[in-house]
């Protein structure tokens, strides 16, 4: 019966703290007890029979005891936790793990009193696997620096995190580690595509958000190994300097060419078209360098895809206005050929035309990464950029797009540094992009 007791008092105490319906829990009144704090057991804030020894970080937990108001700090293992005095009893405290990692795991909780008196409580925080979110930049040459960002990246002396490249080299040396993101130098001869995996003392993550060096979905590396590159009313600049990634890459803009704070309309200097077809009647797309870009890559999960580029922008040529419109489109809306022709799929062509870049109707992804600081470049290193194709809605104005897409909207891409509906600044910036790709996205 006193056992029933106990437990029943407790659980009251536990109600209590959760609804802030005792007067004692007021944060007014609340007074720091004197004496030493018990621990009986811990569980679940929302299930009195869950009885637990270990939790992960940023989870709620409830601790259950004695003179739990004579608590003043409270560690998990070397981080301090925070305590909400509206939920402390007596007999219960409701607390987060916090969400910093130990330098130094005890599995250990430690509760210190008002004179100092720490009262250990043997508690495991679990820490999940490392979490990999993506690469600063997927495309790095071998002795140079790459970043992973994600999180739980953690390594110890006496198990040290490994990072394991597509084609098996392990690193352990890191440039730079935190929690949230790892640096480390591309060890020699490592140029092989493929996700990368994280071992750390709590697990084994292989990355699937990004893949090393990305060949998937390869649309446009302006280098042969798809053959496609400007093919429309434009030939931009196609052109490989000191600062190339892989090869040859496609430029917009440059250091004499003004971009209004409007980014009026200037497709000379800042459209690059690939549009399917050559001229045929009717349409085959047999020749290689017209072919639709459904017919190289597969669209059809389309809502979880996302188009990626490596991007550089120098700092000596900013970007300060405009946004790069990323447009696919489909046969029926634009072409490179004659309007009305048919298809080999019974398709009529939309010809050669721009109204579409600038009408409202087809969505559109916008770029526009100068918007929060009113200005971009990328530190003069390449970036990788990621564009979910499940956001693009927009017109080229930054209204919504009256349109809607399809499987079949994918057979051309426009990138266009126009309009975006906000105004920013005149600019001659110089935007390179290389490696355009269409890859899975969830």
């Known amino acids: 019966m006193k056992s029933k007791h106990i437990i029943s008092?407790?659980?009251?105490?536990?109600?209590?703290?959760?609804?802030?319906?005792?007067?004692?829990d007021e944060p007014d009144k609340y007074e720091i007890a004197g004496g030493v704090p018990e621990i009986i057991y811990v569980r679940t804030p929302s299930n009195a029979d869950s009885l637990i020894t270990s939790a992960y970080t940023n989870t709620m937990i409830a601790l259950i005891g004695n003179n739990l108001r004579a608590v003043k700090e409270l560690y998990f293992n070397d981080q301090?936790?925070?305590?909400?005095?509206?939920?402390?009893?007596?007999?219960?405290?409701i607390v987060t793990v916090p969400r910093s990692l130990p330098e130094n795991p005890t599995d250990s909780l430690y509760m210190?009193?008002?004179?100092?008196?720490?009262?250990?409580y043997p508690f495991a925080v679990n820490i999940p696997a490392p979490t990999l979110a993506s690469m600063t930049c997927e495309y790095v040459k071998p002795g140079e620096v790459a970043?992973?960002?994600?999180?739980?990246?953690?390594?110890?002396?006496?198990?040290?995190?490994?990072?394991?490249?597509?084609?098996?080299?392990k690193v352990t040396n890191f440039k730079s580690l935190t929690q949230y993101a790892v640096s480390f130098v591309v060890p020699d001869g490592c140029t092989e595509s493929g996700p990368i995996t994280v071992t750390t003392k709590y697990g084994t993550t292989e990355s699937t958000a990004f893949n090393f060096n990305d060949d998937r979905g390869l649309l446009f590396d302006f280098d042969g190994v798809t053959g496609l590159s400007n093919h429309g009313w434009h030939s931009q600049v196609i052109e490989t300097d000191e600062t190339a990634i892989s090869g040859n890459f496609l430029r917009l803009g440059g250091t004499d060419v003004t971009l209004s704070e409007d980014a009026g309309w200037d497709d000379s200097h800042f459209s690059f078209e690939y549009w399917p077809g050559n001229w045929a009647d009717p349409e085959t797309y047999s020749d290689p360098a017209g072919i639709r870009l459904t017919d190289l890559v597969d669209f059809t999960d389309y809502t979880n895809m996302a188009y990626k580029f490596e991007l550089y922008v120098p700092s000596g040529n900013q970007w300060n206005a405009g946004a790069l419109q990323v447009?696919?489109?489909?046969?029926?809306?634009?072409?490179?050929g004659n309007a009305g022709v048919a298809d080999i799929d019974g398709n009529t062509l939309g010809g050669c035309n721009n109204q579409y870049i600038s009408g409202t109707v087809c969505p559109r992804g916008l770029y526009r990464p100068w918007e929060e600081s009113g200005t971009f470049d990328t530190g003069d290193e390449w970036i990788t950029v990621t564009m979910p194709i499940a956001n693009f809605k927009y017109a080229g104005d930054g209204s919504q797009a009256t349109g809607s897409l399809s499987a079949k909207s994918f057979t051309s891409l426009v990138l266009f540094v126009c309009d975006g509906g906000i105004t920013g600044t005149e600019c001659k910036p110089v935007i390179k992009i290389d490696?355009?790709?269409a890859v899975p996205y969830k």
């Open 327 to 336: 447009l696919p489109a489909g046969v029926d809306v634009v072409s490179y």
């Open 147 to 169: 970043t992973i960002n994600g999180d739980y990246m953690l390594s110890y002396d006496n198990e040290p995190m490994v990072i394991t490249m597509p084609d098996g080299q």
């Open 112 to 120: 210190i009193n008002k004179n100092g008196v720490v009262t250990a």
């Open 9 to 24: 008092l407790m659980a009251t105490a536990l109600t209590a703290a959760s609804v802030l319906s005792a007067c004692e």
């Open 435 to 437: 490696n355009i790709r």
């Open 80 to 93: 301090k936790a925070t305590l909400n005095t509206s939920l402390m009893t007596d007999h219960a405290i």
